[in-house]
């Protein structure tokens, strides 16, 4: 997906010049004005900067008494700036939600600020019940990612609505290899994430009802490497269903993913090939964004990141040897609950998110004309700066807070699957 740090520090080079001469986030913070509303009444009357659609009813060339194409530059800019404030409010509020919830489940609920508060409250109480578990118990923590992906035709009709030069209709987005996907009315190659259990043709990621041979991270029932069991645990060859964590042929049916051995229909979401157009194509991956300006590109992205649509992944827990089965029973019930929603940050959004952070000489080097033509006239540009000062200071506050948050869901992810002595439990596939 188009790195969402374009959106950020877009905003940093339309600031004084200290600004422009620094790529760190805080050094730019610092160069704002402090007194942000004072500074703004100051320079007189500034127009309304508090939402999308009041940004854009701004002529800011004609606000300002500035060059049109300067103007466009400031106005996508600053909507950037907005749009980035709210992925990140949104984002902390989904974590918020998780962890605020698993921290309850497991005894320890409150009122969080922040979502960063709310996970640090959940890895306390997780590791106040392992405490309780005894140094003996071991978790298996089995994870099939989640799958997060981004609207293609919004992000289209956004850089159409955000950039004049552009056509409505013309916007042509391109989804990175084999990132793609959505309705596929006709053959789908790839994999099927099936709307309900069906059969599979291919590899069956989830769970399978009959006739299943492959490893299994839930239940097994019926052999386990020859030997006959009901309902339990295998860590070698699974024949017959598997209630979770399947990966292997299913001759009854298959609930998950489908990896299809060769092209076929697909009821549900098709990732990967359609034989006919997509529909309501998204991208998993980096998109390749219209030829738009670098501003709207950046509020555009920052936009369609806030409605990203993740397919939650499917967890496996296992805990052998915990003292208190009650209590083991209890934690097991709350990271089923909670811990999907945390991994789709920590897992599906997480490259994305974090190139909120990352890399702003790029984009620095990108609008240095527009930084030149506003420090032609200092009065201008003292006006501009004290009326963007504070969608600025939010871009970059913002910037901190969704990084803090990844990293943050990260260290739940390897706090819940860690076992007695602090060793984290599940295969590749948990990370």
Known sequence: MVRLQTATL?????????????????????????????????????PDVTSISAIAKVDWAAEFGIDAAVGGKLKSGVMAAVSLEGFAKKLDAD?????????????????????????????????????????????????????????MDAMADCAAECDASIEPGSVKVECEAGKLSGSCEAQCSGTCEMSAAASCEGTCNGSCS?????????????????????????????????????????????????????????????????????KAPKCEGEMTPPKASAEC??????????????????????????????????????????????????I???????????????????VQATVGQLKASPAIGARVTACVAAPFKAAFDAAASVKANVNVSVEVKASASASAGGSAGGGASAG
Do not use: W
Request: charged share 20%; glycine share 12%.
């Open 10 to 46: 877009l905003l940093a080079t339309l600031a004084p010049a200290a600004l422009v001469a620094s790529c760190d986030l805080s050094a730019a913070s610092s160069a704002l004005p402090k007194d942000v509303a004072g500074v703004a009444s100051a320079a007189g009357s500034c």
């Open 95 to 151: 974590l918020k939600v998780a962890c605020g919830g698993l921290a309850n489940d497991l005894g320890a609920g409150g009122d969080f600020a922040t979502g960063k508060a709310a996970c640090e409250a959940a890895m306390k109480a997780m590791v106040d019940i392992k405490g309780k578990l005894g140094g003996g118990f071991k978790i298996a923590l089995d994870v099939a990612p989640p799958h997060c992906a981004a609207s």
């Open 210 to 278: 009959a006739k299943f041979k492959g490893s299994c991270a839930g239940e097994c029932t019926g052999k386990c490497d020859g030997k006959k069991v009901d309902g339990a645990a295998c860590e070698g060859k699974c024949k017959g269903s598997c209630s979770a964590g399947a990966e292997g042929s299913c001759g009854g049916e298959c609930r998950g993913e489908c990896e299809m051995s060769a092209a076929a229909s697909c009821e549900g979401t098709c990732r990967g090939d359609c034989s006919v157009e997509m």
């Open 297 to 346: 590109n950046a509020h555009c992205d920052a936009s369609v990141q806030a409605e990203v649509e993740c397919t939650p992944p499917r967890i496996a827990i296992r805990i052998e040897g915990a003292a208190d089965a009650k209590l083991a029973a209890q934690y097991k019930a709350a990271l089923e609950a909670n811990l999907p929603a945390i991994l789709n940050i920590a």
């Open 348 to 366: 599906g959004m997480k490259d994305q998110a974090l190139s909120v952070a990352a890399d702003a000489k790029a984009v620095v080097d990108g």
